[in-house]
């Protein structure tokens, strides 16, 4: 190697990058399909009668929450990882062989992890619990590319220049114990090719089935823990540490109060765990622990809005920014959407709104202003942020940016409005009673009324779409767009018209 | 004593203990301002806004503390 | 303490670990011995039964059908009884589901048939006027995997200790016996004898003429699933 300064390198960055996108424009592709086959059931067989059994709703499904999940959000976290984590720590990959070759082995083994889920769940092999729909050898692949992070992860912060964690590595610590936690114990099962062979019949069954560990209430309340904290630390946490360093960064204003971000860490540690609890309100699990989910999912408003407050208070002085920059839009009305969802998450989780909500359209619309409007939001702005850098080259069009901005806000508007309206309709529907004390309504009647609602939210989703293909079209631009120099990269990302 | 009654002692206990160890977290954040190092909290937000290769760290390792 | 924690990030690992590892420790564990036990009335799911969940989550049913009926007047006067936490002793993985765009199916054998089954699984809207459901037809072809559902009874017996081959007591004072074949062949010829009064019931002449052969499509599974929730 020549005598050149020491960079970053954000070779394996760049790479997932590439999948945040792909990936991101399957999952919400396949969520417009969704969407549009609710509204109109004959979308149903939108590649015809011979291929039915594989465009149906039901079969779609899990595609799209794993490819939104497991796609498009964990490969924006494991790229802003690969950006930021450097970047905090003072370090460099390129320092560091193996952490490079660790990097690369993580970006391979990955994508071969979602070919394995993509042709799995097309074909129906599916454990039905949701967002863990993994057979166990997929399980295995999930936990190699996840402990190969993890390795790339301790390796980086053992060689750090900076001797005190930023608070964004906090977040990515968290993430990576958590979901570690979470997935193995939730996806404890048993391959029934070991039943079989101690009883002598080796060989005769589909080989990747298996048997869940748990049985009913107990599987329902182990799977709501880790699906609700996969939200946690899949939605939340690693989204909170992009927030912590981009927005900061963009705007180039210190973090408002660096000791809140601190408190509200550890309270978020605390009390996120305890709220899965809320999923299983009236059902089976004993009261205690229904209990205990409503009044920990209220609780965590507080720590919820520490961190999205904060982020909001570093703002303060400097609000011509936002009107200024589009980039900085996304993350303020991300981060105002984060503390939207984290009041109408709880508001759900109170027992006697739930009993309305529960099962209704509501719960979709709750997670999708979260996903749609904080997590999607936040991973947009941080690649928007990162293209710069990582290419050395202005931001395509900084037009396209903020028209972007402005459909994908309305397209989450007609989302949330619409399933609210719907969610809370079928819900007072499916418990009305006549002046007879008979049920008012057939439960037909509470699905067609729901027309109207499912085709504005095809709508909303579409122009979403519609806005990430703008997104996708103005990243790949920026890789030719102007060379800027360094000194151009400070603070807020150079735009081209 | 059966595992319910063990469960419940343990959960009180744990979550007293956490509390005690949030709110003297909060006590120690807001009096001291500073850590051991002598560095006010504040100004880790540094660690974003002067993240190059060649920024002076906010608290250099120690084996980087002779390098300028 | 804390700014040590802050950093020793292995310590700190730690103590986020610590931290998140609370709530599971001692909301989820200590309850595992006392949930699982069938209530008088449940029974373990028979070879074709087995089958027939298979093609349930195959297909994520799960996606759009609950099978949790809450304690509601709404509910149990639309489903009947409210959920038994004993009722789902065997359910390996539970089904509950997170969202009803169709009908709750806990209690789906109650009140529908195999005729009405047959039917509304070729053509939903025939049966209910303005369904959004999707036709699964797919499922008259589609053979059943008996071996993998046997597979699983054996695992289940070994690992779980459910009782098959033994009497089970019924609400009535009665009790059943649930048959598990001791090889593939008997397996298959239990879930067969079974397979054949479902398939009386129904009308598609191909499907007769399937379970006839030897062959168990897909919807027979499904059907004697949905029949056998009560």
């Known amino acids: 190697m020549e005598n050149r300064p020491l960079e970053y390198d954000y070779t394996i960055a760049k790479m997932f990058m590439f999948t945040t996108i792909v990936l991101g424009i399957v999952g919400m592709l396949i969520g417009v399909i969704l969407a549009f086959q609710l509204a109109f059931p004959g979308v149903n067989l939108f590649l015809g009668e011979g291929l039915a059994e594989y465009t149906n709703f039901s079969r779609l499904r899990p595609l799209h929450t794993d490819a939104v999940i497991f796609g498009f959000t964990l490969s924006g976290v494991f790229a802003t990882w690969y950006y930021v984590g450097q970047r905090v720590l003072k370090v460099s990959m390129a320092e560091s062989k193996l952490l490079m070759t660790l990097g690369k082995v993580h970006f391979w083994l990955y994508l071969v992890v979602v070919a394995a889920v993509v042709v799995s769940l097309f074909a129906g092999v599916t454990t039905s619990k949701e967002y863990a729909e993994f057979e166990w050898p997929i399980d295995i692949g999930v936990v190699v590319v996840w402990v190969i992070w993890g390795m790339g992860v301790f390796g980086l912060i053992g060689i750090r220049r900076e001797k005190s964690l930023y608070i964004s590595i906090w977040y990515y610590i968290a993430t990576f114990l958590g979901i570690a936690m979470l997935y193995l114990f939730n996806n404890m099962e048993i391959p029934t090719i070991l039943g079989t062979s101690a009883a002598g019949e080796s060989g005769i069954c589909a080989w990747y089935h298996s048997v869940s560990m748990y049985s009913g209430t107990n599987d329902a309340l182990v799977q709501w823990w880790y699906g609700h904290n996969a939200v946690a630390f899949g939605f939340t946490v690693p989204i909170v540490a992009m927030i912590y360093y981009f927005l900061p960064k963009e705007s180039g204003q210190a973090i408002y109060s660096y000791k809140l971000s601190l408190l509200s860490f550890w309270g978020l540690m605390f009390v996120y765990l305890w709220a899965g609890g809320h999923h299983l309100l009236y059902s089976t699990v004993p009261d205690w622990m229904q209990t205990m989910g409503s009044i920990f999912s209220v609780i965590l408003i507080l720590p919820s809005w520490g961190s999205a407050i904060n982020m909001l208070l570093t703002m303060k002085g400097e609000w011509q920014q936002v009107a200024a920059s589009p980039l900085i839009k996304f993350m303020i009305l991300g981060s105002t959407f984060y503390m939207f969802s984290t009041l109408e998450g709880p508001i759900q989780a109170i027992k006697s709104v739930n009993a309305i909500a529960h099962f209704t359209d509501w719960i979709v619309g709750h997670v999708h202003d979260g996903v749609l409007g904080w997590v999607g939001f936040m991973i947009m702005a941080a690649l928007y942020h990162m293209a710069p850098r990582v290419f050395k080259r202005e931001i395509y069009s900084k037009s396209l940016m903020a028209a972007q901005f402005w459909i994908q806000t309305l397209g989450v508007v007609l989302y949330f409005t619409s399933m609210w309206i719907a969610g809370i309709t079928q819900g007072m529907m499916w418990r009305a009673h006549d002046e007879f004390g008979n049920l008012a309504y057939s439960f037909i009647d509470t699905v067609t009324v729901l027309h109207p609602y499912y085709t504005i939210r095809g709508v909303g989703g579409l122009l979403y779409l519609v806005g990430f293909l703008m997104f996708a079209y103005n990243i790949y631009k920026t890789m030719s767009a102007r060379p800027v120099e360094e000194r151009e990269l400070q603070n807020a990302s150079p735009m081209g018209a | 004593m059966d595992i319910a009654q063990i469960q419940a002692y343990g959960y009180f206990a744990l979550t007293v203990f956490l509390v005690l160890a949030l709110y003297g977290y909060i006590y120690h954040l807001y009096t001291k301002k500073k850590d051991v190092d002598g560095i006010d909290y504040e100004s880790y937000s540094d660690m974003a806004l002067k993240d190059d290769l060649d920024d002076a760290p906010v608290s250099p390792k120690s084996d980087d503390k002779l390098t300028p | ?230």
């Open chain 3, 1 to 230: 303490m804390f700014h040590w924690l802050e950093k020793h990030p292995f310590f700190f690992a730690v103590g986020v670990f610590v931290t998140i590892a609370f709530a599971g420790l001692v909301e989820i564990l200590p309850n595992f011995a006392q949930a699982s036990r069938p209530v008088i009335g449940t029974a373990p799911y028979s070879t074709l039964e087995l089958a027939g969940r298979h093609v349930y989550i195959k297909n994520s049913c799960n996606a759009c059908h609950s099978q949790l009926v809450r304690p509601f007047k709404s509910e149990t006067d639309r489903y009947g009884h409210y959920s038994l936490s004993g009722e789902y002793a065997y359910d390996r993985p539970f089904l509950w589901g997170s969202k009803r765009t169709g009908p709750d199916l806990w209690r789906v054998g109650n009140y529908r048939t195999t005729d009405w089954h047959e039917n509304h699984m070729k053509d939903p809207a025939s049966v209910v006027p303005g369904s959004i459901m999707p036709a699964y037809k797919w499922m008259f072809t589609n053979k059943a995997d008996i071996e993998t559902a046997f597979a699983e009874q054996l695992t289940v017996a070994q690992y779980f200790s459910v009782t098959y081959n033994e009497p089970v007591p019924m609400k009535d004072g009665s009790s059943i016996i649930v048959k598990m074949g001791g090889s593939v062949a008997e397996a298959k010829a239990i879930a067969l004898e079974e397979a054949k009064l479902i398939a009386a019931d129904m009308r598609d002449q191909d499907v007769k003429d399937a379970v006839a052969r030897g062959e168990i499509p897909e919807i027979v599974a499904l059907i004697a699933y949905m029949n056998s929730l009560k």
